[in-house]
């Protein structure tokens, strides 16, 4: 089972990115995905969550209208568009998945719901 994010790099403030998670070993139609953050010195968080069992949409308040995440179970993959970014938003971006039967939206902004997890990737926001 792997989790391959990709898509990070260096962008101006009010640039776009787009962020892929391709998995192995599991297949989107069972496995909820995940995106989380980490900027240094701070603890991980979480930015935004797609449902397998329906596709709902889940984000945290600070990239509503920003970022948009979507999924293309054909490919295997889970995308993070990231619009309109801004300094703080700079940080090692991770996909994590969880099955979908146990994905609760009352856990599901904690790390702990998720239980397999991708290497990062870097977003760089500067001008």
């Known amino acids: 089972v792997q989790l391959q994010a990709s898509g990070g790099g260096l962008v101006r403030p009010r640039g776009s990115l787009r962020l892929s998670c391709t998995v192995s070993g599991i297949t989107l139609d069972n496995y909820s995905i995940g995106w989380f953050r980490q900027a240094p010195g701070k603890e991980r968080e979480w930015v935004a969550t797609?449902?397998?069992?329906?596709?709902?949409?889940y984000y945290t308040d600070s990239v509503k209208n920003r970022f948009t995440i979507s999924g293309d179970n054909a490919k295997d993959t889970v995308y993070l568009q990231l619009n309109s970014l801004e300094h703080e938003d700079a940080a090692v971006y991770y996909c994590?998945?969880?099955?979908?039967?146990?994905?609760?939206?009352?856990?599901?902004?904690?790390?702990?719901?998720?239980?397999?997890w991708g290497q990062g990737t870097l977003v760089t926001v500067s001008s």
């Open positions: 797609i449902s397998s069992t329906d596709g709902s949409t």
């Open positions: 994590a998945a969880v099955n979908g039967l146990w994905l609760r939206t009352s856990t599901i902004k904690s790390p702990l719901q998720y239980e397999l």
